[in-house]
């Protein structure tokens, strides 16, 4: 589907020209996931609530029955709610849900402390609905656990709307806590849900998620047996998803981080069932800030400086604007991405180590850092702690321990390393766990060599990875050392030294010596 960029004015005529069918009203849903912003991102030109605001606003004054739905992940991380974990997000949902009502999944992050104190004061703070049928709370808050729904259903014209959910599971990327107990068994899960809704008069049902493509894809295939069941929306992949379904199929939907990119579903009805109309919506300059909902995000930028007078101040330059966005950091190599996995390989003093990675999904600002480097460039880059680990590891089993970086199919993915002292080369038409074609380290000479598969060689990597997150699996790497230095601090220290010796940072992705490349067709390396 064509990404339509449009202005407010726009959308106003196009939902002029329709409000109503048949004498319904129409259903909107409005969808966004994985969202760590109060306010915009990208220097405030993408994203943000406000604007999404404005454009529930605009649908309602139009005559549309207004919902929010939101895929997941939107406490943690973030550099505010490593001060509030997360009261900040629920004052702003809170806002939406008296706009419309608000309906959301719980994503991995939301459940990243690892006792339920936080989760237990966000819900009870919020007022719109959380949704997730393979999961419960078990907080021993009789009140806060009672909140977290399998399923509802709602009224709209007198027919009954069904939404079903589900959570990422701790084997595929979620968090284990204690107080989160989980199902296992997406499809089976779904049906039984999509079952029951059937039972209560739905005559459309939806599914909100926070899972991989994959399994979202799977879920899907249960229109066949569910024929009301027409569309998913979802989480976790942080750039626009979209499988248009068939007869047999629903249609899958995600947005772009930080609301960057949203949905907008439109649902009418005639004798032969529902009708959905979607379009994918770049959230961007042309559509106005709310100013009901900018108090908010300005109150929570006021206690942020308060707390942190010198976050504004400066503490470099960089050389050239240094792509820290989702949408390349995640997906491809970026300059940012090679200066901080740069600073990983002395991380443990001298020698270097050899080999060095970090997965996309650790650094979060989500936007180009540009001209001054202050120290809210790279708190918002470190969204959570950052410490690495050094180990060793034979060149065969350091291939087959990166193959996690390039699974799985779409884009955006918080798995995908920046990586420093090697250049891999990937076919992604290849199964996954055989994508890499060639893993090059530098030959002593000043060239390039395939990696010795039975030479050992030093690596440093996050903790978080070591451990298992991200699917990585480190169970061939020796001598490991205990978690050491963290990413963030290492990253701050080389600004800090560039600037006393007056350089600047950063440089430009060089495409004679490119790190990341995929395949070309008919080729049978990247590299020559």
């Keep these: 589907m064509q990404l339509l960029r449009i202005s407010l004015l726009l959308l106003l005529g196009s939902c002029a020209a329709s409000p109503q069918h048949g004498g319904e009203s129409v259903l909107t849903f409005l969808h966004m996931n994985d969202t760590y912003r109060v306010d915009a991102v990208e220097e405030g030109l993408s994203g943000g609530f406000g604007r999404v605001i404005t454009l529930a606003r605009a649908l309602e004054a139009d005559g549309h029955d207004v919902r929010f739905l939101h895929g997941g992940d939107f406490l943690f991380p973030s550099l505010e709610s490593q001060l509030w974990g997360g009261e900040q997000m629920i004052e702003a949902m809170n806002f939406m849900d008296d706009i419309a009502p608000l309906h959301a999944v719980p994503g991995n992050h939301e459940f990243d402390p ?5 989760i237990v004061a966000r819900v009870r703070e919020s007022r719109f609905d959380w949704l997730a049928a393979n ?10 656990d009672a909140r977290l729904l399998p399923s509802l259903t709602f009224e709209h014209d007198g027919r009954t709307i069904g939404i079903f959910s589900l959570t990422l599971l701790p084997e595929h990327g979620g968090n284990e806590r204690d107080y989160t107990p989980f199902e296992d068994g997406y499809v089976a899960v779904a049906e039984r849900e999509i079952r029951r809704l059937e039972e209560q008069g739905a005559e459309l049902i ?13 879920i899907a295939k249960l229109k066949a047996r569910y024929p009301a069941f027409r569309f998913i929306v979802g989480g ?5 998803e979209y499988d ?17 990119t949203i949905w907008r579903i439109d649902v009418t009805f005639d004798d032969e069932g529902p009708r959905i109309e979607t379009m994918q919506i770049a959230v961007n ?3 106005t800030l709310d100013p009901g909902y900018q108090p908010i995000a300005d109150k929570w930028r006021a206690r942020l400086l308060e707390l942190v007078p010198f976050l504004e101040s400066t503490i470099g330059y960089a050389a050239l604007p240094l792509d820290g966005r989702e949408v390349a950091i995640r997906s491809e190599e970026t300059n ?9 390989l002395t991380a443990f003093r001298n020698p270097p180590a050899q080999l060095a990675f970090v997965n996309g999904g650790t650094l979060r600002i989500d936007d180009y850092v540009a001209g001054d480097i202050t120290f809210e460039d790279i708190g918002r880059t470190f969204g959570f702690s950052s410490y690495l680990r050094i180990m060793q590891i034979d060149g065969a089993d350091f291939v087959d321990l990166l193959e996690a970086g390039y699974r799985g199919v779409g884009p955006s993915k918080g798995y995908f390393p920046q990586v420093s002292g090697f250049r891999v080369c990937v076919d992604r038409s290849r199964p996954d766990g055989q994508r890499i074609v060639e893993l090059l380290v530098p030959d002593g000479a000043g060239g390039w060599r395939q990696i010795d598969a039975d030479r050992t060689y030093t690596l440093v990597a996050p903790d978080y990875l070591y451990r298992g997150g991200d699917g990585y699996d480190f169970s061939a790497a020796r001598n490991v050392s205990r978690p050491g230095s963290e990413l963030k601090y290492l990253v701050l220290d080389a600004v800090i030294r560039a600037q006393a010796e007056g350089r ?8 004679t010596t490119r790190r990341y490349a995929e395949l070309e067709p008919g080729r049978e390396r990247c590299f020559r």
Excluded: C, Y
């Design 244 to 260: 248009a379904g068939d007869a047999r199929t629903a249609v899958v939907m995600k947005g772009a981080s930080n609301a960057r």
């Design 236 to 240: 976790h992949e942080h750039e626009p």
């Design 206 to 218: 939806i599914g909100l998620t926070h899972l991989h493509l994959g399994d979202d894809l799977e």
């Design 114 to 118: 690892r006792t339920p104190d936080n």
């Design 285 to 287: 300059e042309s559509i």
């Design 135 to 144: 999961m419960r709370l078990e907080t021993g808050e009789t009140d806060v």
């Design 504 to 511: 600047k940072v950063g440089a430009p992705v060089d495409p």
């Design 336 to 344: 940012w991405g090679n200066f901080i996995a740069d600073q990983m």
